[in-house]
């Protein structure tokens, strides 16, 4: 079982540039996921030259850890809308996904992109959570989305309750991206991947200039599609929820792949699963266990739950791929996309839940409209400077009274040295030796990487993930490596180094 997503295992890809120069464009885009990428699809189409900057590859952040499913829905359901805005606000969101929806299905025919795109129904279906499936229901016809109820005895698996959506799809989210990438790349549009943006100068004159360790950009607009802006900005950071869930893929003993996107209701869980095919190869993807990043005591076990759960459903033969994804929830259960502030000409799109890979398309036609000055049906629904004290209320309450604990707990607990000869390769451990809390893990080559444990955001004391090997901040969901670098998150900088000791102990 290697560590990767399966959507960008079966072919080599063209690289795209590292930044190595100072360039002056219309807009400069940070990140290359979904969102930028669209976002400067459609602006070299409105005639603006454009750059998009990316810390890693392209196509292989968030979008590419996403599950590759299209759908007009949300991730949390229509019913958590309905308990907090009216019919009118709903239809407008649902409209507005049903534009990101088909704005991709005309992108692909377009520009004649491969990435296995196929139609599919979706099912929601639980067996002890029935009700919940009951009300979904309700409320999908009351809105007038397609729908239909499938009676259990006809669904392939276990259910007391069944909704069918038709007409949504599946696609490799990596392969829409860079292919769509390849199509834009030029002169007009340059794309940079390894190019971690280090500083965000707003000049007095208006503009801005990003830069990276070995170059710059400046420009009179500022696209930050990062799934969650990078740095402080206390309006965003305490209205976003950070979360987690791993995904995996496998191969089956029979060839008896289902065919649609199915969301099962357990208890207080959910969990999703769909087939892939590539190149003769199939396989079944599955998603779930969603949690708190830097929350969980033991990530390993949410794999474990997860591949417990595939095993029930089907005749497992290998499980060949495993991988997380994040994402942030906002209190009001919105997506923020637009101006960062009241008249700047920076604009942000995050939010998204797990329903990123329409949100972000619907952002980047926002975005764009917004910079050239076109009025778009949507952009009012999704104003970042929107306020909803009512529908955001508790879930603000919850969320910021979780950071407050995790942040005091964490920063009155210690540990003695003693426990550092005790620390396994693989291992990490927050200790506080000298009076400094530091964050201590061991490599495969037992090698101890040391580093300070507070996050460079906020001054969080940060997590060790015992699956991805990686340090997370429970509280604003920032991820560094070992060895201290930014993975993804609101921070910018690396954890400091305090010391490492390369003896085999």
Same mark, same amino acid.
């Given at each position: 079982?290697?560590?990767?997503?399966?959507?960008?295992?079966?072919?080599?890809?063209?690289?795209?540039?590292?930044?190595?120069?100072?360039?002056?464009?219309?807009?400069?885009?940070?990140?290359?996921?979904?969102?930028?990428?669209?976002?400067?699809?459609?602006?070299?189409? =409105?005639?603006?030259?454009? =750059?998009?900057?990316?810390?890693?590859?392209?196509?292989?952040?968030?979008?590419?850890?996403? !599950?590759?499913?299209?759908?007009?829905?949300?991730?949390?359901?229509?019913?958590?809308?309905?308990?907090?805005?009216?019919?009118?606000?709903?239809?407008?969101?649902?409209?507005?996904?049903?534009?990101?929806?088909?704005?991709?299905?005309?992108?692909?025919?377009?520009?004649?992109?491969?990435?296995?795109?196929?139609?599919?129904?979706?099912?929601?279906?639980?067996?002890?959570?029935?009700?919940?499936?009951?009300?979904?229901?309700?409320?999908?016809?009351?809105?007038?989305?397609?729908?239909?109820?499938?009676?259990?005895?006809?669904?392939?698996?276990? %259910?007391?309750?069944?909704?069918?959506?038709?007409?949504?799809?599946?696609?490799?989210?990596?392969?829409?991206?860079?292919?769509? =990438?390849?199509?834009?790349?030029?002169?007009?549009?340059?794309?940079?991947?390894?190019?971690?943006?280090?500083?965000?100068?707003?000049?007095?004159?208006?503009?801005?200039?990003?830069?990276?360790?070995?170059?710059?950009?400046?420009?009179?607009?500022?696209?930050? /599609?990062?799934?969650?802006?990078?740095?402080?900005?206390?309006?965003?950071?305490?209205?976003?929820?950070?979360?987690?869930?791993?995904?995996?893929? =496998?191969?089956?003993?029979?060839?008896?792949?289902?065919?649609?996107?199915?969301?099962?209701?357990?208890?207080?869980?959910?969990?999703?699963?769909?087939?892939?095919?590539?190149?003769?190869?199939?396989?079944?993807? %599955?998603?779930?266990?969603?949690?708190?990043?830097?929350?969980?005591?033991?990530?390993?076990?949410?794999?474990?739950?997860?591949? /417990?759960?595939?095993?029930?459903?089907?005749?497992?033969?290998?499980?060949?791929?495993?991988?997380?994804?994040?994402?942030? +929830?906002?209190?009001?259960?919105?997506?923020?996309?637009?101006?960062?502030?009241?008249?700047?000409?920076?604009?942000?799109? !995050?939010?998204?839940?797990?329903?990123?890979?329409?949100?972000?398309?619907? %952002?980047?036609?926002?975005?764009?409209?917004?910079?050239?000055?076109?009025?778009?049906?949507?952009?009012?629904?999704?104003?970042?400077?929107?306020?909803?004290?009512?529908?955001? /209320?508790?879930?603000?309450?919850?969320?910021?009274?979780?950071?407050?604990?995790?942040?005091?707990?964490?920063?009155?607990?210690?540990?003695?040295?003693?426990?550092?000869?005790?620390?396994?390769?693989?291992?990490?451990?927050?200790?506080?030796?000298?009076?400094? +809390?530091?964050?201590?893990?061991?490599?495969?080559?037992?090698?101890?990487?040391?580093?300070?444990?507070?996050?460079?955001?906020?001054?969080?004391?940060?997590?060790?993930?015992?699956?991805?090997?990686?340090?997370?901040?429970?509280?604003?969901?920032?991820?560094?490596?070992?060895?201290?670098?930014?993975?993804?998150?609101? %921070?910018?900088?690396?954890?400091?180094?305090?010391?490492?000791?390369?003896?085999?102990?």
């Amino acid at each position: 079982m290697v560590a990767k997503p399966i959507w960008n295992s079966f072919e080599t890809f063209s690289k795209f540039p590292v930044l190595r120069e100072s360039l002056h464009v219309d807009v400069s885009i940070i990140g290359a996921g979904i969102t930028g990428i669209t976002t400067a699809y459609f602006l070299k189409k =409105a005639g603006l030259k454009v =750059a998009v900057l990316d810390a890693g590859k392209i196509g292989m952040g968030t979008t590419g850890h996403s !599950t590759g499913n299209l759908y007009t829905i949300i991730d949390q359901l229509l019913s958590s809308l309905d308990s907090k805005y009216d019919k009118e606000i709903i239809q407008k969101v649902l409209k507005a996904r049903d534009f990101g929806f088909q704005t991709i299905e005309r992108i692909l025919r377009q520009e004649d992109i491969d990435c296995d795109y196929t139609v599919q129904p979706m099912y929601l279906f639980s067996n002890d959570k029935a009700d919940k499936i009951e009300e979904e229901l309700g409320i999908s016809s009351r809105l007038g989305v397609p729908n239909l109820e499938v009676s259990p005895s006809d669904f392939p698996f276990k %259910a007391k309750k069944v909704i069918k959506y038709p007409h949504q799809a599946q696609f490799n989210p990596f392969l829409y991206v860079h292919n769509l =990438a390849n199509k834009i790349v030029s002169r007009e549009c340059q794309i940079f991947q390894d190019s971690k943006v280090e500083k965000i100068d707003k000049q007095e004159k208006g503009g801005y200039i990003i830069s990276t360790k070995s170059g710059s950009v400046s420009s009179g607009y500022l696209v930050h /599609a990062t799934h969650t802006p990078k740095g402080i900005d206390l309006k965003f950071d305490t209205t976003l929820g950070p979360y987690r869930e791993y995904a995996i893929a =496998a191969k089956l003993a029979k060839d008896n792949y289902p065919s649609g996107i199915f969301w099962e209701y357990k208890k207080d869980e959910k969990f999703s699963f769909r087939a892939y095919k590539r190149n003769g190869h199939h396989y079944i993807v %599955a998603v779930g266990k969603s949690f708190k990043v830097g929350q969980s005591q033991h990530n390993k076990d949410l794999l474990e739950s997860l591949e /417990a759960y595939l095993k029930e459903k089907f005749p497992v033969k290998e499980v060949t791929h495993y991988w997380g994804g994040q994402n942030y +929830k906002p209190a009001d259960l919105l997506p923020f996309i637009g101006r960062k502030s009241p008249g700047a000409n920076e604009y942000i799109a !995050t939010g998204f839940s797990t329903d990123g890979l329409v949100y972000g398309t619907l %952002a980047g036609k926002i975005i764009t409209d917004l910079i050239t000055g076109n009025k778009n049906q949507y952009e009012d629904v999704f104003n970042p400077l929107r306020v909803n004290p009512v529908k955001s /209320a508790r879930a603000f309450t919850r969320e910021n009274l979780n950071v407050a604990k995790e942040f005091f707990k964490d920063h009155i607990l210690g540990s003695s040295t003693k426990e550092l000869q005790k620390l396994k390769k693989g291992e990490g451990k927050i200790m506080e030796i000298e009076g400094k +809390k530091l964050a201590i893990s061991r490599d495969e080559n037992m090698k101890y990487h040391v580093v300070s444990a507070y996050c460079t955001h906020l001054g969080c004391i940060i997590h060790w993930n015992d699956l991805e090997k990686s340090w997370d901040c429970p509280c604003h969901g920032s991820r560094f490596k070992p060895s201290g670098e930014v993975i993804e998150g609101p %921070a910018i900088d690396a954890l400091s180094k305090v010391d490492e000791n390369n003896e085999n102990g």
